[in-house]
């Protein structure tokens, strides 16, 4: 809406200018005095309305009847036919004008055949007519412009939304299968784990139908679930967690870009055997750009225990491309027995 009334405004500013140089302009270069002379301007009133006939005839009916419809020939046809009579009637306007005021008649001897006159005034239209066709073209072409904008931003909006409620799913599947298996060998960790999810669960309801929300209260939730986590797991599994960023920043960022990160960490760097770790770390840099890093030993899943696998790095990837393309930066590697993701997002 607001480049729809940029460009609103910049179309009556072209249409003030263009006037301006078209009458004000040669009443200086004309005459010699260098000084704004009303008769002059009134002499040349039948040029005016003329040219601002044509100029608007074409701009707000002849452009959009015939050029617009692909009738060229009739476009061009109809304009020569009122281009001659405005020129005729433009010359014979002046030489009335000059016989109701005589003190505005041109004083020469000899002059060029009324045919000259008539001739120039319609060059004159041409141009004014091949004006308002580029200047309507413009236009045009900025509304158009600005209605691709609108309808990439719906959809962009819709595929978000798409996006949002598919994650939320697949989120609490994750979890409530992680608390069902709580339930069974430790009862009052399961309702603790109860608890910390109810808190999760607002934080999707009231904040996940928002674009952006504050850096903090997204680490607070990711630190949540963290914790959340934290109650199942085994003894040989190491977590450590590295939270930094200002209480007071204003730094926003989507709400559940990273948890989908996380999840995968849980999901295939724990072995219920062998030592394994948890590294998770989310920074906000001074230069404004967010930095997630998670590493954690890799256990890769057997194909029979890969349901879902891969789902919520996809919805990832996706919701990246829309809401922050070309301002983020994501890099993963294996190497070692050691998964590392990288996340760098610039919310600026």
Request: hydrophobic fraction near 45%.
């Amino acid at each position: 809406m607001t480049e729809l009334l940029q460009s609103k405004r910049s179309n009556i500013i072209a249409h003030i200018l263009l006037w301006g140089v078209i009458f004000i302009l040669p009443n200086f270069i004309m005459n010699t005095d260098r000084i704004f002379n009303w008769w002059f301007l009134v002499r040349s009133l039948p040029e005016m309305f003329g040219y601002m006939f044509v100029f608007y005839l074409n701009y707000f009916l002849l452009i959009d009847k015939f050029l617009y419809n692909g009738k060229t020939k009739a476009f061009i046809l109809c304009n020569v036919l009122i281009i001659c009579v405005i020129a005729i009637l433009i010359h014979y306007g002046k030489g009335w004008i000059e016989s109701i005021l005589p003190e505005m008649r041109p004083r020469r001897r000899r002059g060029p055949s009324p045919l000259w006159f008539i001739v120039r005034d319609a060059t004159m239209l041409f141009l004014m007519c091949g004006l308002s066709v580029a200047l309507k073209m413009t236009m045009r072409w900025f509304e158009v412009d600005n209605e691709r904008k609108e309808l990439a931003k719906a959809k962009s909006e819709a595929e978000l939304q798409n996006l949002k409620n598919q994650i939320n799913p697949h989120f609490l599947l994750n979890t409530l299968n992680n608390i069902y298996a709580l339930i069974e060998f430790n009862p009052p960790k399961a309702q603790q784990a109860v608890m910390d999810l109810s808190r999760m669960l607002r934080h999707l309801l009231y904040d996940n139908n928002k674009m952006y929300v504050p850096l903090r209260q997204e680490a607070d939730f990711m630190r949540n679930y963290i914790e959340l986590m934290r109650i199942r797991l085994p003894h040989n599994v190491e977590l450590r967690t590295d939270f930094s960023y200002s209480d007071t920043s204003g730094t926003l960022i989507s709400p559940l870009i990273f948890i989908s990160l996380v999840e995968n960490a849980f999901k295939h760097g724990i072995s219920g055997e062998k030592p394994s770790f948890i590294d998770i770390s989310l920074k906000e840099r001074p230069d404004g750009k967010v930095e997630f890093i998670c590493k954690n030993s890799y256990f890769p899943k057997s194909d029979s225990d890969k349901s879902g696998s891969g789902i919520g790095l996809e919805l990832v990837r996706k919701r990246l491309e829309l809401l922050y393309p070309n301002s983020y930066l994501w890099n993963t590697e294996i190497e070692n027995d050691i998964y590392c993701t990288v996340l760098i997002i610039d919310t600026k």
